[in-house]
Structures are given as C-alpha cells and as structure tokens.
DNA sequence: ACCAGAAATGTTTGCGTAAACAGTCGGCGG
DNA sequence: CCGCCGACTGTTTACGCAAACATTTCTGGT
C-alpha cells in the first residue's frame, strides 16, 4: 500500500479511500492510485482488513463424507447461498461422525478467520459433547440441536409417512424398512416415523433390516428381503440403498415393482435413471441450504437470538415406476 | 490475549508462547495461562495471526457445479489432504464455466485469505482469460493450462481408448460415442481419443451424440441410439449419461448388453448399482485430490517453480456386465 | 554464600489497514 | 479583496499477535 501511494504521490490513506471506493475522493487523484495499483499488482491484504474490522466475511462449514450426495449437494446450496451475501465459505471434512472427531474439527476451524459455523451431519455428536466457543454463531442440519442451537432439516417424519402410506394405499399388508445406521439421527427419524404410520394403519411392523447408507450395503439387505415372499413393499432410507436393493431383487429373479415395491429417500439425480425409475422422497436441499445460510447470518449480523428456531423444509414423494400393487 | 495475561498475572508474551506452546515455558505458568484462557475463553485471533506471519494457512478452490459426482469427490479429496497438511481449504463455486464467471471467481477469492488457488474443472476458461494475481501459487485439473500452471489430470486418453479397444475386442464392428459438452476439456480429450482409437483399428468412425454430462441428456441421445440397429456399443463420456443412455434402451425394448453393450467414464459408486452394473473407466479422485495439493502446497512452501509439471493420474477399466460381444 | 550461564519472562516493535482527527486548498458571498 | 465553508487529502493511532531483543530468575558448581 505504502509503495502504491509513493508511486501515485498521494498517502496511503488515500490509498485506502479508493480501494473501498470512498466517494469523497477526486476522480484525478482515483485514476492514478488506480494506474499505480494496477502496475504494482496490489490486492487489500485481508488479514488486515479482517483485522481491523472484527470479522472475517467467512463462514465454516463441518460436513463427513461429503462426496455423498446429500452432503454435496447442501455444500453447494449453502456455498451459492453464502457467496449471494458476500461470505465465503471454509469447508472441513470430519473423519467419522463420532463425537471426537467432531469436537476435533469445531476445535481446528473455530480458530479458523470465521465468522459463523454451519454443521450439517453432525450425526452422533450431542450438545454437550460439543465444546463450541462461547459466542460462535452456529446453525446445524440435524435437530439433536434443536433448544441448543438454530436447527434446519428436511421433514424426515412427514417423508417416510408418505413413502409408507404411499405403499399402503396401493394395498400392500405391510412394508418393511431398509434403515439407516443406528447412529444417525435422520435414520432413526425416519425410521421411528415407518414404524408409527405402520401402527397406525393397524399393519403389522416386520423387523427391521439395518445398512449404512451405503448402496453396497443396500444390495447386502436386499439379498435377505428378496427371499421373504412375504416383502412386497420396501422403503429404504435413503436412495443409493434402494438402488442396491433393486439390484439384489433383480438378481434373485424378483421383479420391481410386480413382485417388490420400493421406495427411496432424497430424490438424489440418478434416482430417476434407475431400472425401473424410483419412487423416492425428494428433499430440497437447496432450500435447506439457503435457510442454514440465512439463520446463520441472522445470527451474525443482527446478533439475533435463534436459540429455539427450528426450520423444518418440506419434502415432496415422486412417484416413478418401482412401486406398483401387490400381485393379487 | 491482554486480559488474559492480566488473569494469570503474566505478559502478553507468555501468553502468546503458551498459545503456541513454546516449550520454554515453565510448565506451572503454562497451566496458569491455560486456566486463565479457558476462563475467558481465549481463543487466538487468526486475522492477527495470519496479519504477522504473512500467510494464511487456507487453499482456495475454484469449481463449477461442485454436486456432480466428478466435483465432489474431487473436493472431498482436496479436502481431505490440505487438512492433513494443517491447511484449510475455502470454496467457491462459480455460475458457469465461462471464462467471465470465472475470471469474477478468481477475482473474488484471490481477495480472500488465500496462500494457494487449486481450480478443477475451469473447462471453458483459458489461459487468457484468467487473471490471476501475479505470484499466487495455482494448480489446475485442465490439462489446457499446461505450461501456464501446473496441472493435474486423469489419463483420459488412456481411459477412452481402453473402453474402446475392450468393445473392439469384444467383436463389435465399431463403437458409437455419446460425448460430454464441446466446450469441456475432458469431453474433448476423450471424445478424440476414442476416434483415433477407432481410426487405429481401422473401424468406421460413427456421427457423435453429444450430451451435456446430464443423465437426461443421455436419455434424450439414448433414444437416438436405440433406433439405430447398427449401434451395438456405446462408449459414454460419464457415468451419469450412461445411465441415462441405458435406461432409454431398456424402455426402447433394447436388452444391455444382449444387444447393446454400453462403457462409462468416471466410476460413481452407482455405476454398480444400476441393471445391469455398468463397465467404466475409473478415476481416482482420491489420488488427483492428494496430487493437486501436493503441487500447490509445494509452490506455496517452497516456492517451487512447478510451471511444466502435468502430473497424469491413471484411470482402470473396470468390467461388469454392461458389456458383452455382439449377436451373431 | 557467590557467580557464570542457562532458563524463563518481559518490553518494544511492526505486520497492513482504516477510523478519527487534522490540515490544506479553492471558490464564493459580502 | 477577505474570510469562511466545504471538498479533499494527510497524520496519528490501534486492531492482536509474535519476532527480536532485554531483563530477571533460577540452576549448579565452587
């Protein structure tokens, strides 16, 4: 800065006035700081800045495995929606979900140049196994959080009642679930929520077969549901487990949906390019986003109090061409 | 830092020195400072951090659509290894590839508190077009910035025309290819690759299909091909249009690979999953993901002059039963 | 007990920026 | 033609931290 002002003949608080682009600078004197910029190749150090102004125009965001497709393609809409607002976003990868892990990445990034912390996942972590700097605005995706910190998340339960009476209303007896792991709180939402529409129904609840999210593991499942006669309807958790599920029915010689009926969760892309075409509940991960973004910068700029909010975005079943009646 | 130091009865110093964890500290000190930071809630101030010792400790990374299968495994990977190496990695995704979005990306981030700029996937941009902050350390995935900024890539040549010659080898007369958008490097490369390979082999070089990465678009070209009974083997330029492709031939009545044997590129965890599993040339996101970092974090320590580099990361054909030999 | 030298801790300074305050300059009304 | 006002521009200072240097406090050997 002092080399640009030198070179323009001015202080380097000038300088400074143009690269904010004060108004209160003669246009002249502007162009030629920003010649001199230019030919000295000067950027604002932002550490600086940052510096000076007490925050960062960055916020964190702690994901696991986030090639998945839940988990990039909310990356995505919190980093499009961030960028809307002028924040960037710092991304850290936890190596499991487990409580450990979890304290350990808050711990790397909270001394991080953030403003805010956005955790999608954080499945098995708690609120009292998360040391959280005192004063760190946070918004989470999982609603363990809810009363602790602003919470975002799809409307698990209202998902897998429709997926379930979907199955019902096309006269099934029953439906059998594909779970997620026991560890995670959307598995186990969705899971608890199968289990209440199939009492309420007055079905009976067959056992259920557990994967982890995994289509490889959904393809293990569904070796044991397809020699059940008695499974003709299957609601997996998530999409990449249906998909291996639909396979291992294929495999056993069992058609989808004339034999089995499935029905996925999340409404990921391929879902649709399946053989047949899965019936699945889609998720806006979009919105979910974009409301994380938003709780959080509420929370950053005006120092609003979102303790208690808890947003919960609609879900929506689109029904394709694997869930049909039972044969008669 | 100050009143912490007034806390523990030390100087802001010592304070520091704890903070960092000089050993020449005594440790009965160390412990005062330690309890009198917990108290507070003392956490260091990176900005300043960063503002004293000339660099950041963050990666930048510039990607487009970062949702797609491709990007986000890529992501994960860089991720994964920057952390290992003790940085932090700061993400933003850009509207289009065009060279314009771009350029206002690089614009964007190279303000931030960057010490590195990775950019995957800046297929359309070219050397021209960016303008970069002179003596910002750069690594690409787009063997189009080669001599300009060290890069990165799969062996795409390599992995096309291996899917070529096991369809050739499989005895089919020649091999149709539903390409990736004209304005994608890779598209390119790959879609070159496989008309020399035709071209080698002396087989007949069919009209391309062109797609847009999209597994609609590759149902849309998959319609196409199915009332083409001379196309008895596709080659895909991406798993996603493979799928799309298949599901055309399964609803055109087309039985795969009986009558049309179908190769992807890419290998996503679902290529497996789909009816049947699907033969595809694998990348190893992981290992361009360690590679980007390791070239960038090579110029940014040691300020390695790395401009020819292109490191080439293999890919594997990976057969499954989405390929088999021609009727008769 | 005394001293040299090592260990531990304190003081000063500057990193690049922008707010607050202090000038300087030109033009206009009287 | 003087003085005042507003438009510009310059000077000082602090943001939080850590390197460099300065000073104090321990060691252990005699």
Redesign the pocket.
Known sequence: ??D??ALA?????????V??E?????????VRVRAAMEELG????????A????HYGTVGMIAHRLARTGESRTVEAVVEAAQAEGYTVTLVDIASPAPHDVSAAVARLSHQDIDGLIIIRAESATPDTLALPSHLPVVVSDSRFVGHHPAVGADQAGGARAAVEHLLGLGHRTVHHLAGPADSTPARQREESWRSALTAAGATVPAVVRGDWTAASGHDAGAALAADPEATAVFAANDEMAAGLVRALHEAGRSVPADVSVVGFDGIELSAQLWPPLTTVEQDFGEIGRQLVDLLLRQVRDDEDLQDTHTVVPVRLVERQSTAPPRP
Do not use: C, K
Request: glycine content about 6%; aromatic content about 6%; cysteine-free.
């Open positions: 800065m002092t640009v002002a003949g001015v202080s380097a608080q000038t300088v400074s006035r690269a904010r004060e108004p209160t600078v003669r246009e002249a004197t502007a000067y950027t604002p150090n932002r550490a600086a800045r510096l000076r102004y007490g």
